[in-house]
């Protein structure tokens, strides 16, 4: 299943910026390889991304524990999220 279908459409209204996400078409199991597993993929993705300052905002606005979202892993906003507490 495409992420988008899972996660991006639910509400576009909230958020306008996911017509442009670079990860609209992609595997959502790119996008959540679990804590252990291999997110380079998704994150290469991700930096190429035009909204991925957008995403990566409303990722830790809604606390995402899961996945890679504007080019962070689960760990990497965890880590930030304790640094700025
Ligand atoms: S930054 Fe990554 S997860 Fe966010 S919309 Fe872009 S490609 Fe998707």
């Known amino acids: 299943m495409a992420l988008s279908q ?5 509400d576009p ?7 442009n ?6 595997d959502a199991d790119t996008f959540f390889p679990g804590p252990d597993g291999d ?5 290469r993705i991700c ?5 991925r300052q957008e995403c990566l905002d409303w990722a830790i606005e809604i606390r995402i524990a899961y996945g ?5 892993t689960e760990r990497e906003r965890r880590r930030f999220l304790r640094k700025t507490a």
């Open 6 to 10: 899972e996660f991006y459409f639910h």
């Open 13 to 19: 209204d909230e958020r306008p910026w996911v017509v």
């Open 21 to 26: 996400a670079g990860c609209r078409d992609s």
């Open 39 to 43: 997110a380079e993929l998704a994150v």
């Open 47 to 51: 930096m190429g991304c035009p909204v």
């Open 68 to 72: 890679v979202w504007g080019g962070t």
